[in-house]
């Protein structure tokens, strides 16, 4: 009988990282504005998924729950209906490869977690927003199409190395901190450069929910004090992080995403 009750903290920021940088597919748009849709429709795509793990973290978490709708279509006709709910409009078509990916990445990252998500034995199973966002990242960035994406904060915030911000993402959240920047309002660069090459540079600033606070908030936001006298209270959160004592609607960090406009290119979308 296995005794275990929470994931390692390594085991929730490991992650692999592989080079991409031979991409076998070259992007081609027709025009500015046409990227800029594409690139704000997967990164909306990118958080309801996020929000899909969150509203699930019970089902998840829990020992003899029924975990069906976890996987595969059922897991995807979640993440449609919270998209539209979200952001008060339909789930895009399927009508580029990068989207198509991204949601078969989806898909992936869910059966890959399988195993641990139905362990009748662990109850934190260690697969919060944050978690599912990094596996995501990795997988869909290393398909070699010549995109990144990544769910990255500001360095004094960044609890997963792996996602550090690089110095365009770091100017674009200090953008974001500005008092004059819209609250909510995505940058897109079109004359951007990633690791020397030029790319086409889209991030989405996030704000911190009650779905963030239970981590990045203040002790009394942490689950693991409910029903605790204030004397006993942590500052550690459940996934085994000091909290860092954000506020409600407070900037976070962001989700960016990275195309290459001029790849190793050995095959084109048809």
Request: hydrophobic letters at 40%; a positive charge.
């Given at each position: 009988?296995?005794?275990?009750?929470?994931?390692?903290?390594?085991?929730?920021?490991?992650?692999?990282d592989v080079s991409w940088s031979d991409s076998r597919y070259n992007y081609i748009s027709e025009?500015?504005?046409?990227?800029?849709?594409?690139?704000?429709?997967?990164?909306?795509?990118?958080?309801?998924?996020?929000?899909?793990?969150?509203?699930?973290?019970?089902?998840?978490?829990?020992?003899?729950?029924?975990?069906?709708?976890?996987?595969?279509?059922?897991?995807?006709?979640?993440?449609?209906?919270t998209y539209q709910a979200k952001f008060k409009e339909s789930f895009p078509k399927m009508d580029?490869?990068?989207?198509?990916?991204?949601?078969?990445?989806?898909?992936?990252?869910?059966?890959?977690?399988?195993?641990?998500?139905?362990?009748?034995?662990?109850?934190?199973?260690?697969?919060?927003?944050?978690?599912?966002?990094?596996?995501?990242?990795?997988?869909?960035?290393?398909?070699?199409?010549?995109?990144?994406?990544?769910?990255?904060?500001?360095?004094?915030?960044?609890?997963?190395?792996?996602?550090?911000?690089?110095?365009?993402?770091?100017?674009?959240?200090?953008?974001?901190?500005?008092?004059?920047?819209?609250?909510?309002?995505?940058?897109?660069?079109?004359?951007?450069?990633?690791?020397?090459?030029?790319?086409?540079?889209?991030?989405?600033?996030?704000?911190?929910?009650?779905?963030?606070?239970?981590?990045?908030?203040?002790?009394?936001?942490?689950?693991?004090?409910?029903?605790?006298?204030?004397?006993?209270?942590?500052?550690?959160?459940?996934?085994?992080?000091?909290?860092?004592?954000?506020?409600?609607?407070?900037?976070?960090?962001?989700?960016?995403?990275?195309?290459?406009?001029?790849?190793?290119?050995?095959?084109?979308?048809?």
């Amino acid at each position: 009988m296995k005794t275990l009750k929470f994931i390692p903290l390594f085991l929730i920021i490991m992650t692999v990282d592989v080079s991409w940088s031979d991409s076998r597919y070259n992007y081609i748009s027709e025009s500015d504005t046409e990227t800029k849709q594409l690139l704000n429709e997967m990164s909306k795509m990118f958080k309801a998924a996020q929000v899909v793990i969150f509203k699930n973290l019970p089902v998840i978490n829990a020992t003899t729950s029924n975990k069906e709708n976890l996987f595969g279509d059922n897991y995807m006709k979640q993440v449609e209906a919270t998209y539209q709910a979200k952001f008060k409009e339909s789930f895009p078509k399927m009508d580029h490869l990068f989207k198509k990916q991204l949601v078969a990445s989806m898909v992936e990252v869910m059966d890959e977690n399988r195993t641990l998500i139905s362990d009748t034995d662990i109850k934190f199973k260690g697969l919060i927003p944050a978690t599912y966002a990094s596996q995501l990242s990795h997988k869909f960035s290393n398909l070699g199409l010549g995109i990144k994406i990544k769910f990255t904060a500001a360095p004094d915030l960044l609890r997963n190395q792996f996602n550090a911000p690089d110095t365009w993402e770091v100017n674009t959240i200090s953008k974001f901190q500005e008092k004059d920047w819209v609250k909510n309002t995505a940058y897109f660069d079109a004359s951007a450069k990633l690791y020397g090459k030029p790319a086409f540079r889209y991030m989405t600033p996030l704000y911190h929910s009650n779905m963030c606070l239970g981590c990045h908030g203040a002790a009394a936001d942490n689950v693991l004090n409910k029903n605790k006298p204030e004397a006993e209270w942590t500052t550690i959160d459940i996934a085994g992080f000091p909290m860092e004592g954000q506020l409600l609607g407070e900037l976070g960090g962001g989700i960016s995403i990275s195309i290459l406009k001029k790849g190793y290119l050995t095959f084109k979308e048809k």
